[in-house]
């Protein structure tokens, strides 16, 4: 099993932009997040997903969309990228009964 | 923000001695875990305790946790070099999703050899 995983690792867009953040898992999990985690702030819920077809914001969903059509597929969109978006961004899974979330390697973005 | 909060945020020490981190949050939990992150990496599980336990154990790590103090800790013993990461405690809500997860700010350990 690969896991989590995440493309790109890095990437670097200018202001007003928009990109798509992939994410996938093969571990048939039901629950998928995305996080972005910002020096001194921990990390932090942007949408998170329980199965297909169904999506939820988290604590700082302002700027992003996400949509779930499949179980291992859970894609974050920047619309219109604005330097307060630089940041790592995690997407991890779960599974219900059990709590423990498996992270993705992150992606490290940049908006000049 | 319901953000739990670690304490210290950064933590250094020999190899061999005992590391403690703490972690307090602000309402109730049905579940508290830690996470680790080694630099430039994703963050790896390595214990879960739910709010009717008090203590657990898993391998080197024990954790606590005092519902009515809402405080855990984490204690790593007998430390090794390959232990410095940042450390997070991760919490979700009574009452919430149990996958929303909210994440402390972490706690930076370094073991130097």
């Known amino acids: 099993n690969a896991g989590v995983t995440q493309t790109p690792k890095f990437q670097v867009l200018k202001t007003g932009q928009s990109m798509t953040l992939q994410c996938a898992q093969d571990m048939n999990h039901e629950y998928m997040s995305w996080y972005r985690q910002d020096p001194g702030m921990g990390l932090r819920l942007i949408h998170y997903?329980?199965?297909?077809?169904?999506?939820d914001q988290g604590e700082v969903p302002n700027g992003y969309n996400v949509s779930r059509s499949t179980t291992e597929d859970f894609p974050l969109r920047l619309l219109s990228a604005a330097p307060s978006q630089t940041s790592v961004y995690f997407c991890?899974?779960?599974?219900?009964?059990?709590?423990?979330?498996?992270f993705g390697p992150g992606t490290r973005l940049t908006v000049l | 923000s319901q953000q739990g909060e670690e304490d210290p945020q950064a933590l250094s020490i020999q190899e061999g001695e005992n590391a403690t981190m703490n972690c307090s949050y602000k309402?109730?939990?049905?579940?508290l875990q830690w996470y680790r992150q080694n630099s430039g990496r994703g963050l790896v599980h390595l214990i879960l305790?739910?709010?009717?336990?008090r203590e657990k154990h898993s391998g080197r790590l024990r954790v606590t946790l005092d519902t009515s103090k809402k405080s855990s800790s984490l204690l790593i013993t007998a430390s090794r070099a390959a232990d410095t990461a940042s450390y997070f405690c991760?919490?979700?809500?009574?009452?919430?999703?149990?996958?929303?997860?909210?994440f402390g700010k972490g706690t930076l350990l370094t073991v130097n050899p």
């Open positions: 997903s329980v199965g297909a077809g169904i999506t």
């Open positions: 309402t109730s939990i049905n579940n």
């Open positions: 991890a899974s779960g599974t219900s009964g059990y709590n423990e979330q498996f």
């Open positions: 305790i739910r709010s009717n336990e």
């Open positions: 991760a919490t979700d809500f009574s009452g919430g999703s149990n996958y929303k997860l909210t």
